[in-house]
């Protein structure tokens, strides 16, 4: 029956671990100070049953060689401060029952925590580009990549079907098998996957971390069964459908481009009329563009995604060079974190007190695309 509260699970005087009270569970992180690097362990203890488990731990960890502290942000996710580090890097999360997480344990039979990276700039909302084979959507994202290409980035999608004539593996997609795939979808390395005309697709957690860790904003062409689990996952996205002008433009475009055979055109076309039925399923896009004059339609999705560009009004400015001190404790009072740096012996004089604002929580992805403005950290 019921254990001990989770001061008898870890030392609270421990850097390297933290115990974190979540109903019947408590979450313990880290390991020791020479196990720190490499193995930052999560383990769960269950208080109704006194048992401990190892979950699945999904996303990218983080390295806390000089320790961490802890504390419950919601009652789904776990603020974890690394120390010594800065505010860039400094702040992570153990999702422990985000939808994310659900999922994952429907999807793996196993418990499952899921670690992201606060990030520290207020990124723009990756952009899901759905909409049937042939509309245009591939040569809609080529020019856009084109004309701003330090500003988007391409999501490399995973694919089991073969490369066509041009096509290059970890430019256009990366080319896997179905049994390798399948493998890393299991593991929980997929935000989101399907099966589309006979092959499987989709977008691994790594595609999209590695646009947004370079500061671009991500853009993701997947098909709309993809844009549905996308829109249903906790990342925060614009989600844009491209329709044909008529059906019998989409199948000569289809046909013009000449890279599918005659069976698989059909295939495509066949889909295509489930495609573009789903587009318009309420709440599912957030905007539908016609791709017929092809310039008409670019300049009309530039206009779209400049609007979004407006800044986030919760943005504040960051301390510059704020480091999170070695030795300092955090709490939570309603919807700030304080930092109590302990009168802290800090090289660069950092004063005592911070607050770091929680309410300016963003949704997102597993892995770096998520977190709190760190710049919203400031003097008391
Ligand atoms: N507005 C347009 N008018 C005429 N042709 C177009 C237009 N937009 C795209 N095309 C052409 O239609 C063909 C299909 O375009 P594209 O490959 O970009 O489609 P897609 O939606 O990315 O298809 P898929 O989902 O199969 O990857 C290409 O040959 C492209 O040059
Ligand atoms: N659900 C996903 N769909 C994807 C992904 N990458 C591409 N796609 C979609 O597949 C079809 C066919 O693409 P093609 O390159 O074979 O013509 C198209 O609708 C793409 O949008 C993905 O990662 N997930």
């Not at 999608?157 to 049994?179: D, I, Q």
């Not at 800044?311 to 974190?337: C, T, W």
Request: proline share 4%; net charge neutral; hydrophobic share 35%.
């Amino acid at each position: 029956m019921g254990e001990e509260a989770p001061e008898y699970l870890v030392d609270s005087r421990d850097r390297y671990q933290s115990a974190t009270d979540i109903g019947d569970k408590i979450y313990v992180v880290g390991g020791s100070e020479k196990s720190a690097d490499s193995l930052v362990g999560v383990k769960i203890f269950d208080k109704l049953t006194g048992k401990w488990s190892v979950p699945t731990v999904l996303g990218t960890k983080p390295i806390l060689s000089k320790g961490h502290s802890a504390v419950l942000l919601k009652k789904n996710q776990i603020l974890i401060l690394k120390r010594e580090s800065s505010a860039s890097d400094g702040a992570w999360f153990l999702e422990v029952d985000t939808p994310y997480v659900k999922d994952q344990k429907k999807l793996l039979g196993t418990e499952v925590v899921a670690w992201s990276k606060g990030v520290r700039e207020h990124g723009l909302k990756p952009i899901v580009i759905s909409g049937p084979s042939g509309v245009g959507k591939g040569t809609l994202i080529s020019k856009l990549m084109k004309e701003y290409p330090s500003a988007f980035g391409f999501s490399i999608s995973h694919t089991t079907r073969a490369p066509r004539e041009k096509e290059l593996n970890g430019v256009h997609y990366y080319f896997t098998e179905r049994s390798l795939m399948e493998k890393d979808i299991r593991e929980g390395k997929f935000l989101e996957s399907a099966s589309v005309h006979g092959n499987l697709y989709g977008t691994s957690i790594e595609a999209v971390e590695t646009v947004t860790d370079v500061g671009k904003r991500c853009i993701l062409d997947i098909d709309v069964q993809g844009a549905r689990s996308v829109r249903a996952s906790s990342l925060e996205a614009i989600f844009i459908f491209i329709s044909p002008p008529s059906f019998d433009e989409l199948e000569k475009r289809l046909r013009a481009r000449g890279t599918e055979t005659e069976e698989q055109v059909q295939k495509r076309l066949r889909n295509a009329k489930a495609e573009i039925e789903q587009g318009r399923t309420p709440g599912l896009f957030d905007h539908i563009l016609v791709n017929d004059d092809l310039e008409t339609c670019y300049q009309n999705l530039k206009k779209l995604l400049a609007l979004d560009e407006i800044p986030d009004a919760s943005y504040e400015p960051v301390i510059e060079n704020f480091i999170v001190p070695l030795n300092h404790s955090i709490s939570r009072k309603d919807a700030m974190i304080q930092i109590n740096c302990n009168g802290s012996q800090s090289k660069n004089s950092t004063p005592d007190m911070f607050e770091l604002d929680v309410s300016s929580l963003k949704g997102g992805a597993p892995g770096r695309t998520r977190g709190l403005l760190i710049s919203s950290i400031k003097r008391l």
